[in-house]
């Protein structure tokens, strides 16, 4: 059977989450992912109609019941949570000396040729700091997941069973946004995809970037410190060769070439995708068969929009 999923941009301010479900022939009732709200994942307010009856897996509750009656599960996920904080403070001071190199590399008066030979090293560093971070993290969770085998845990056994009745009677599966650490871990603890089958699912902001197999973290206007995008894990992989960067007139500088064409650059090959409000990306078994609305990051710094509604990425740019 063909699964197909579909990602979508915000849905603010004109949300397009009804309009992608009958589009899809769903009629109801889904299943709501909506995990990434944590503690307001119950309150209707904080999501958009969906425009069909819905049932909330309430995947965040749920966890926090398994941690409240396996204390020893939960003592030794905060261990490794922690494990996790510290690894990401340490790649992200890594980051921040790569970067202030780069940018002082970037101003020196040198021929043309010699300065994008440095250029070009100070991109290797990052790729290499970003492979080894996902590495390190990437072998924590499977030194957890080995020893510690939640799936097999009576208390999370208990709630995937239910999570597996619930699902089996609905038509689609529906993934919010929001924190997307807290997403991908409660993703995670109940290796919820595995019970979805061949359900189409529909994901916007986060929960889009959670299906890729690389979550970044990016914000060109940040409150504090340096704008350098940043490795927070892998994803989940059902979206291959795919970098989701939701709110791009918001978050990213795409007037300044230089830093889209780094951005792009150092991600790739992955394709880097902006999703804003009205965005639309469907795939079919891993092959991208539509897109609309679009911004696209090329590593010449060229920025693709489809404002005019032709779509910009073809199948072939995304086959494995």
Not at 115 to 136: G, I, K, M
Not at 194 to 208: F, H, K, M, N, T
Not at 242 to 263: F, G
Request: aromatic share 4%.
């Amino acid at each position: 059977m063909t699964q197909k999923i579909v990602l979508l941009g915000p849905q603010h301010p004109e949300p397009t989450i009804t309009a992608t479900l009958r589009g899809l022939g769903v009629r109801g009732p889904v299943a709501l992912v909506a995990a990434g709200l944590q503690e307001r994942e119950s309150e209707t307010a904080a999501l958009p109609a969906l425009g069909v009856p819905a049932v909330n897996l309430k995947l965040h509750a749920r966890a926090d019941v398994v941690f409240s009656t396996d204390t020893e599960l939960a003592a030794a996920y905060k261990e490794r949570q922690t494990q996790l904080r510290l690894m990401q403070d340490f790649y992200r001071i890594r980051l921040d000396h790569t970067h202030a190199a780069a940018r002082a590399i970037s101003v020196r008066h040198v021929a043309p040729g010699v300065l994008a030979a440095e250029r070009a090293v100070s991109l290797d560093v990052l790729r290499r700091l970003d492979a080894d971070h996902l590495q390190r993290a990437g072998g924590l969770l499977a030194e957890f997941t080995e020893r510690w085998n939640p799936l097999e845990r009576p208390a999370v056994a208990r709630h995937r069973k239910k999570l597996a009745q619930l699902i089996n009677a609905t038509e689609a599966i529906v993934i919010a946004g929001g924190q997307i650490a807290t997403l991908l871990n409660r993703l995670r603890l109940f290796s919820l995809l595995d019970l979805v089958g061949d359900r189409p699912i529909v994901a916007w902001s986060a929960g889009a970037m959670v299906l890729s197999e690389r979550v970044i973290l990016f914000h060109d206007y940040p409150p504090h410190g340096e704008p350098i995008a940043e490795l927070l894990d892998a994803g989940l992989g059902l979206v291959r060769d795919t970098v989701v960067l939701p709110d791009p007139r918001i978050r990213l500088r795409l007037d300044d070439r230089d830093r889209m064409a780094e951005l792009a650059q150092r991600f790739a090959p992955a394709a880097c995708v902006g999703m804003p409000s009205r965005a639309t990306l469907t795939l079919e078994d891993g092959v991208v068969t539509d897109s609309s609305h679009l911004v696209r990051l090329y590593p010449s710094g060229n920025i693709g929009d489809e404002g005019d509604g032709q779509p910009i990425l073809t199948p072939d740019q995304f086959v494995p």
